[in-house]
């Protein structure tokens, strides 16, 4: 099956190129709103990236010669500040896990409008169509990706209860004890693990790999993603587990050009991380599932 034309590139990337110093200017706005929470540092550094690669892009021709003949070579400008749009939009909200109706419906908001707000701008502004999502882009599933969703499980039952207990960061969720707040929380971390790959992937990878090459492009989109989760609660040696687990889902992608398989690896493990809360939270109710 061809590739998606949204994610195959048709040259070669070469590994240096001045679009680099824009890309992560714009990339590290990501953990000066997330992680140091400092919002002036993480507007300039998306200012400071798209003027920069405003810059670059008029005086590098290297950027050109990626285009095919009688092509139009994409433009970092426009991608870097599609990307710029979406962190603005979600930096405007608290990423703190709350359950009541307002925060749920302000997730919805600043989530829905950080993929969607690109999205919108990419096809009937720019109209260069760069944000797409490929459901099955890939084909059908080999045995080697049904093993994989079986590994997946697997190593979140074994990892994911001893990082959130023993590290305490359980308590960066809120206690869910009633049916109603379970319902919820199972909600709002399918949602947002969903909403992972939208961004993260389709959006921030899938525009970076216009420019750069794929394990670059990776390196780069892995910045925004672990910064969010870190503010979302994947803090204290969480980075170790969310670090690995941001560059595959990137490779995973690249590989399967599927967003349904990414998101089912996700919401996989998503699955486990919901288990793990309600355990956590619920001592002696979920007893014999998990090792700690």
Not at 68 to 82: F, K, Q
Not at 177 to 187: G, H, S, Y
Not at 232 to 245: E, V
């Amino acid at each position: 099956m061809p590739a998606h034309p949204a994610l195959a590139p048709t040259t070669t990337r070469p590994t240096w190129s001045w679009g680099l110093a824009p890309a992560l200017l714009v990339c590290l706005a990501a953990p000066a709103f997330f992680v140091v929470r400092i919002p002036w540092l993480g507007w300039a550094l998306l200012a400071a990236g798209v003027a920069l690669a405003f810059a670059t892009e008029r005086t590098d021709i290297s950027a050109r010669a990626l285009a095919p003949e009688g092509a139009r070579a994409p433009s970092l400008v426009r991608d870097l500040s599609l990307i710029a749009v979406g962190l603005l939009i979600v930096s405007a909200i608290p990423l703190k896990a709350e359950l009541d109706n307002l925060a749920m419906l302000r997730f919805a908001l600043a989530l829905g409008g950080a993929v969607a707000v690109p999205y919108a701008i990419s096809r009937w502004l720019y109209r260069d169509h760069a944000i797409r999502f490929p459901w099955r882009g890939g084909g059908r599933w080999s045995t080697f990706q049904w093993v994989w969703l079986v590994v997946v499980l697997l190593l979140g039952w074994l990892i994911l209860p001893f990082y959130f207990i023993t590290s305490g960061v359980y308590q960066n969720w809120p206690v869910v004890d009633t049916p109603d707040l379970i319902a919820r929380l199972f909600v709002g971390v399918g949602a947002v693990g969903i909403w992972d790959e939208l961004f993260f992937i389709c959006t921030c990878f899938a525009l970076l790999r216009r420019h750069f090459p794929d394990w670059q492009a990776n390196l780069l989109q892995s910045i925004v993603f672990v910064s969010f989760l870190w503010e979302l609660g994947y803090q204290a040696w969480g980075p170790f587990l969310t670090i690995p687990f941001a560059l595959l889902q990137g490779f995973i992608f690249k590989r399967t050009r599927s967003l349904a398989y990414v998101v089912t690896v996700h919401l996989l493990f998503d699955a486990v991380v919901f288990l793990v809360l309600v355990h956590a939270h619920n001592p002696g109710v979920l007893d014999g599932l998990f090792l700690v």
